[in-house]
């Protein structure tokens, strides 16, 4: 683009996409006169996934709008709670968030999760064959357009992670539903059911028990039980009330 300059302002929390918009939160740009003003947003850095409301002179405008010489921009962050229309809420991670998405099933949280890395191709036609919201910090994958819908998961901490999908999104929790290796959901079981998972010192242990109705997995309150506990009562905590 080597056309009209346009001014473009952004939220703070979206300046982590636009270097050379951080001492003043703005930058100037140049337009051709036929892009969106969405690619030229993209076009800086910022993926769509990240974006709210775009502000043209104070209006509001859609990510279809021309820009014009001379014309101000503001661009703004996705409010929280988001909705996502059109579909149940439910998500696909990508290889690098398998602690995220492990704590999300715990959360009782629909959440699909690619273990190897199958590429941006297959993951965004994934998440728009299913109706699953991409999470990632890969800003290419989060570009691709044919995403169901994507965000940006900004920590790379999972408590924080975790904490962050939570409040943009605020999916129903339905805590110790899932099964945490594969998603499906879980159920009752007999020790008898489940006999040829359990070793001599938990099958003389443990008598209450639940299984993965997809993988078979079996679970119990295991020693690791009272930290998965206090990952869901931190989770609980934070959830908003509904009215």
Not at 22 to 29: F, K
Not at 51 to 77: I, N, Y
């Amino acid at each position: 683009m080597n056309g009209p300059e346009i001014h473009v302002e952004f939220a703070p929390e979206l300046l982590l996409f636009v270097p050379q918009a951080r001492p003043t939160g703005a930058t100037r740009t140049a337009t051709d006169g036929v892009s969106s003003l969405g690619h030229v947003v993209e076009s800086l850095g910022v993926p769509l996934t990240e974006v709210g409301a775009l502000l043209v002179d104070g209006r509001e405008v859609p990510v279809g709008h021309v820009p014009a010489a001379g014309e101000s921009v503001t661009v703004r962050t996705v409010s929280h709670p988001q909705r996502v229309p059109g579909a149940p809420l439910r998500f696909l991670l990508d290889v690098h968030l398998g602690t995220l998405a492990r704590r999300l099933r715990l959360l009782g949280v629909d959440t699909a999760y690619e273990s190897t890395d199958i590429g941006d191709p297959a993951l965004a036609a994934r998440s728009a064959a299913e109706r699953r919201v991409m999470l990632s910090r890969d800003r290419g994958l989060l570009r691709r357009r044919e995403l169901w819908a994507g965000a940006f998961v900004y920590s790379t901490q999972p408590e924080e992670q975790l904490q962050y999908v939570l409040d943009r999104f605020q999916p129903e929790l339905r805590p110790w539903s899932r099964c945490t290796a594969c998603n499906g959901l879980l159920r009752r079981a007999t020790k008898d059911e489940v006999a040829d998972q359990l070793k001599g010192g938990t099958h003389r242990t443990y008598d209450v028990f639940a299984q993965c109705g997809e993988c078979g997995r079996a679970y119990w309150k295991g020693a690791h039980h009272e930290q998965l506990v206090a990952i869901v009562e931190r989770a609980l905590a934070l959830r908003p009330q509904r009215p």
